[in-house]
């Protein structure tokens, strides 16, 4: 058994990294199925979308060829519309909701069709908002992800200078950075990031950290408002014994690398075992296998029916190879030479309903061994604790707190997304900017 890269030829990669989701590829395609649309009064797709976009609205649009203003419906609700179409799991958000489902139908392909408008203007690089001439007021954002650009898109409109510093030499965030290219390419996010920016109004300087290369005080300084959209980090420690050990890895270190590396660069083990069963561990499990794995295990302590990945994710991961493994925890790794070769796994049972609400998982005792050379930890991620605490910004185990009107516990430091929520959807950050932008224009006018 051993860690390698370079495991497949250029052409394998190509094919096991190809867009998952063909689009449409013509009018007349997306027209038959958005034809099928009742535009239903008081729709149930709009209102499960977290950003609410009209969807019968923009449904209609493309039936009577209407593209851009389609794409104008789906970009005034989310300006990541085109990256959401591509990420979401709508299987639980708008098509979850359609309601073709109650009659046992298939829904409304509605990311599909979304895709379908969205890929067009940003092809043809519509500009579909004016900016407002400039008020004279500045706003730095920290961060480039989802929340950071949807706020500063929603300010710049508005007629606010936004600066963002970014830490990393690319925007976009979770979205570049953090997703499986078979899902997003790293070529499909930079045009997206481009195309938000193409209003006009906002300046971002990269290789910026907060804490290293700025401070909070000097933002403070320097703009009317601050706003903090800077996500979460690296994944949740298992605090067990050889978790030091080489060829255990954090999954979004491991999926950023695949993204900003390339594929061929990215060493993968030939017995790999995935621990969470959350979106990112079904993409750092099925990029292991396309990496070449020859065997993935994705372990979850819990069973099918706690878990937080979506059935259709989980069609994906299984349609991959991945076995699963339900009801276990990883308990030991062991290795020989520093490097992994044995996972120690307990056996769970389900007991009483915790915090959350779903019944949580138990130690029977029992215990049982994998044979791995790679262990990939998806546990969830943690919040920038360290951070926050050294900001003197209130928060909840690193979590940052926030009032109904998105601001911090300091005078005009506001925050949103994952750095206040722990994690969840591009689209729920897309949000958390819209509704930071509405706070900081009240704020400063
Ligand atoms: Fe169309 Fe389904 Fe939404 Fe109704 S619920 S408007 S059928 S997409």
Redesign the pocket.
């Known amino acids: 058994m051993a860690i390698e890269n370079n495991r497949l030829t250029e052409q394998q990669y190509e094919e096991n990294f190809a867009d998952i989701h063909p689009p449409y590829e013509n009018i007349t395609a997306a027209k038959v199925d958005a034809n ?5 009064y008081d ?4 209102k499960s979308c977290p950003t609410s976009i009209d ?2 609205k923009f ?1 209609k649009q493309i039936s009577t060829e209407n593209i851009k203003g389609s794409a104008k419906t789906i970009f005034s609700s989310n300006i990541m519309g085109a990256g959401c179409s591509k990420v979401c799991p709508v299987e639980k958000l ?2 979850g ?4 489902n109650l009659l046992e139908e298939e ?2 392909p ?1 990311a599909k069709l979304q895709r379908y408008t969205t890929e067009i203007a940003m092809k043809e690089n519509w500009q579909l908002f004016e900016r407002k001439p400039s008020t004279g007021k500045k706003v730095a954002i920290v961060g480039a992800g989802p929340a950071g650009l949807s706020c500063a898109h929603a300010l710049s409109r508005e007629g606010i200078d936004c600066t963002i510093y970014e830490k990393e030499n690319k925007g976009g965030g979770l979205m570049t950075y953090g997703i499986a290219a078979y899902k997003v390419t790293p070529q499909f996010c930079e045009d997206e990031v481009n195309y938000i920016l193409s209003i006009g109004g906002i300046d971002v300087k990269y290789n910026q950290e907060l804490g290293k290369d700025i401070t909070l005080a000097q933002l403070r300084k320097e703009y009317d408002a601050v706003y903090l959209g800077i996500g979460v980090g690296v994944a949740r420690h298992l605090d067990i014994p050889g978790e030091k050990l080489e060829g255990v890895v954090d999954a979004i270190s491991f999926i950023y690398d695949i993204r900003a590396k390339g594929f061929s660069t990215v060493p993968v083990g030939d017995k790999v075992a995935v621990i969470g069963m959350g979106m990112t561990a079904i993409d750092a499990a099925t990029q292991a296998k396309r990496l070449g794995a020859k065997e993935v295990t994705m372990l979850y302590r819990r069973t099918q029916d706690e878990m937080p990945c979506t059935e259709v994710e989980l069609d994906i991961a299984m349609l991959d190879g991945c076995k699963i493994i339900w009801l276990t925890a990883p308990k030991e790794v062991k290795g020989i030479n520093g490097k992994v070769t044995e996972l120690v796994c307990s056996k769970m049972k389900l007991g009483e309903p915790d915090t959350s609400g779903r019944r949580s998982p138990i130690d029977t005792g029992e215990t049982f061994t994998l044979d791995v050379d790679m262990v990939i930890k998806a546990a969830g991620q943690t919040p920038f604790e360290d951070l926050i605490e050294d900001l003197k910004i209130q928060n909840l185990k690193g979590k940052i707190t926030i009032d109904g009107n998105c601001s911090t516990n300091i005078q005009g430091v506001f925050a949103g997304g994952d750095a206040v929520n722990g994690g969840k959807e591009v689209v729920d950050a897309v949000q958390a900017g819209k509704d930071g932008a509405k706070a900081i224009l009240d704020y400063i006018f």
């Open positions: 099928r649309c009742l535009f239903c729709a149930p797709c709009m969807v019968p449904i708008c098509e909701a359609c309601v073709y829904p409304i509605i």
